[in-house]
């Protein structure tokens, strides 16, 4: 068994996408390997700035050989066809051929050994095949003619060994070799390396740290020992970590001083531009936890000086980066939030759903119904969406997307506005993740649903769904967020009534878009309308300045059916959305079915039902009970099946009485009632049913599934001893009834037909 040693060295690669290349590299190798039956012990890639490579152990000198046979023609078959046999297995003679009898007659039968392959030569023809279709997200070309490559950067050398001895292969007019080169700086120039052993320690000895994780853990180390040294605390980064790690072969981290008087800037400002135009870490003072002038930059060596120079270098870079900043700071300050707001009718939200003016405008509208449900006041939640998008215009977050909401707070507050107002201007895109922080304030969560309600609404309206692994308009994140809102402030309100409120102010919005493309003649002729012409035309006949009185005129019969329609498409959404949410708890898909099935769309309720029937069905009481439910809704489906109507059984069952209720209905059940077993059923039908009621109201669901546990034993019993199918047809139809009362006190909880158990 032998190793495999592998180096690509060129110019620098760009430090995003070294780890993504590491993998490529890995995946592309074993392929051509495996193709050739090849396997190994271990196999590991490594990368930097200026190498990428993998070192294989274990790896066979030579493929397996392959002994082969083939069934050909009968040996009376004509010739021609053997003539074909012949050249499909590559012999030349049909005494290179056995003969083997069968059935039907005699039978050539070709025996074909191919020796195995050189490992080799294998690799040596893989090699110029990877690099080649080498799939980098961006690559450059250089030279002319046989020698022009296209890779990320221009290659200088390859390694190539086995065992010790130099694969001869080429790429690019590059000839393998085993040598290489060390650290620009605290290198000593090119030398040859005999195996992976050797390679790592020669470039340990040129200044190379290898692997990344080590040099990831020699970056963070170093960055936390400068400012613990400082008396100060690192802000930690992951991202950032990650490509500072891709950009150092010889990690040097040094504590650098920006002018204190950038420390006026919000401090996410400040942090960003680190982090996004010099790749510095931000140091905070761990006894206030606020920003310092401190910042840690990464060297590729070790300076002289200590770092000295290259700290102030940077510091100079930073300072201009910052006065940058502050033009902006300063120049977005003098507008003011409310001057931007009208500048995003300029800006496109969607091209079928108009500007981010029309979104703005329906926002705040359904911030405004959504209020009371959260606790907020209505006039607070209306004006911060109505700022809450405004800061997209602003000079700041043109430069730095990423500051969108953090810095409409910062405007907010400049201008005087409620604290309330401006934190909802910063929360209401939260949360944008599973790790991310719920808006729990009152306003903030206002403005957060109706913004998401809105977008999903809007989405499904242009047909515009998820599909699959697909979601570009991230409407999976915004259901979630939905969910993960209501859940934080128990807020109860249902999803069907929300969209369907919602979605007419969308289909105005569609109708203005639709009527200005055909105005511009923008429309193709093929293009698929969101609404119909007729439709569309009533719309827009209305004042459509107006919102409210557009709004009421556009809930035509038509429009109506439509909105109901989407409305519960969407609610099927967030029924999966809430599967996915509650997963994590051990609430399984069916139970959500089961409980969605009832109708109910207040998703709080839904998650506790839900919660409390896993909870009862985790139990061997729930388990059994399903049981019973199956086999008296099994029976039930056979006998309808048969021709027996429930609905006419019940009439005539409750025909003596005053009043066709449940009560009634167990009374003539009972009057035939003949076993000891079935009076128990009756009795703790009638007990569970009324105490499960009661509980199912008061939103105690626990209550609710501790009623229902009580009805496992008389079931049980019941199905022992009585038969239901009696000769005296009353009987039958009242044990029938009774098996329905089961189904029915089951059901007033959850669909248990849905239950998996």
Known sequence: MAQFLFEIFCEEIPARMQARAEDDLKRLM???????????????????????????????????????????????????????????????????????????????????????????????????EIIKSFP??????????????????????????????????????????????????????PFDVSDFADYESKLLANGVILRREERKQLV?????????DAGLELMEDQGLLEEVTGLVEHPAPILG?????????????????????????AVRDPKTGELTSKFVVLANQDAPDGGKAIAAGNARVLSARLSDARHFW????????????????????????????????????????????????????????????????????????????????????????????????????????????????????????????????????????????????????????????????????????????????????IALVQRLKVQELAIDQHEKLVLSEKEANSLLSLNVSNWDEAIESAVSPEALQAAFDLSLDILAFFADRLKVHLKDEGVKYDVIDAVFALGDDDLMRVTKKARALQAFMNSDDGQALLQGYRRAANILAAEE?????LASARAEAVAASDVDNDAALMIAIAKTAEAAEERALIAAIEGADEVASVALDAEDFEGAMSALSQLREPVDAFFEAVVVNDKDDMVRRNRLLLLSRIRAAADQVADFSRLEG
Request: charged residues 30%; hydrophobic residues 40%.
């Open 136 to 189: 980098w997200p961006k690559s450059m070309k250089f030279g002319e003619g046989d020698k022009a490559q296209r890779w990320v950067r221009p290659l200088r050398s390859l390694i190539c060994l086995l065992d010790g001895e130099v694969i001869d292969t080429e790429v690019f007019g590059i000839q393998s070799g085993k040598t290489t080169d060390g650290h620009r700086v605290h290198g000593s120039g």
């Open 330 to 509: 300063d120049l977005d300050r003098k507008t003011g939030l409310e001057a931007m707001a009208p500048e995003l009718s300029k800006v496109t939200f969607h091209e079928k759903l108009g500007t981010v003016a029309d979104k703005v405008e329906r926002v705040a509208k359904l911030a405004r119904e959504l209020a009371p449900v959260v606790g907020a006041n209505a006039d607070m939640a209306e004006k911060a969406a109505r700022l809450a998008k405004a800061d997209l215009v602003s000079q700041m977050v043109y430069e730095f997307p990423e500051l969108q909401g953090a810095m409409g707070r910062y405007y907010a507050l400049d201008a005087g506005l409620d604290p309330q107002i401006a934190d909802a201007i910063k929360d209401h895109y939260k949360p944008q993740g599973p790790s991310d922080a719920v808006p729990t304030a009152p306003v903030s969560a206002a403005v957060a649903l109706a913004d998401k309600l809105d977008t999903l609404v809007g989405f499904w309206a242009i047909d515009e769904k998820p599909t699959g692994s697909k979601d570009p308009f991230a409407l999976r994140r915004a259901a979630l967020g939905v969910i993960r809102i209501l859940q934080a402030l128990d807020a109860r309100h249902g999803i069907h009534s929300i969209t369907v409120k919602a979605l007419p102010r969308v289909r105005v919005a």
């Open 257 to 281: 001083d920006m002018d204190p008087d950038f420390l006026d800037l919000p401090p996410e400002v400040i942090a960003l531009t680190m982090k996004t135009h010099q790749k510095y870490f």
């Open 220 to 228: 963070l180390e170093g960055a936390r020992r400068v400012c613990e």
């Open 30 to 128: 074993s392929e051509r390997l495996k193709e050739v039956g090849l396997d190994w012990d271990s196999l590991e890639a490594f990368s930097g700035p200026r190498r990428l490579g993998l070192v294989i152990e274990g790896l066979p000198l030579k493929t397996a050989d392959v002994r082969e046979e083939r069934k050909g023609p009968r040996t009376d078959a004509p010739e021609k066809a053997l003539e074909g046999f012949m050249r499909g297995a590559g012999i030349t003679s049909l005494d290179q051929c056995k003969i083997e009898e069968g059935k039907k007659g005699s039978f050539y039968i070709a025996v074909i050994e191919k020796p195995g392959r050189e490992t080799a030569q294998v690799i040596s023809d893989a090699v110029p």
């Open 641 to 645: 099946k048969k021709g027996f109507d």
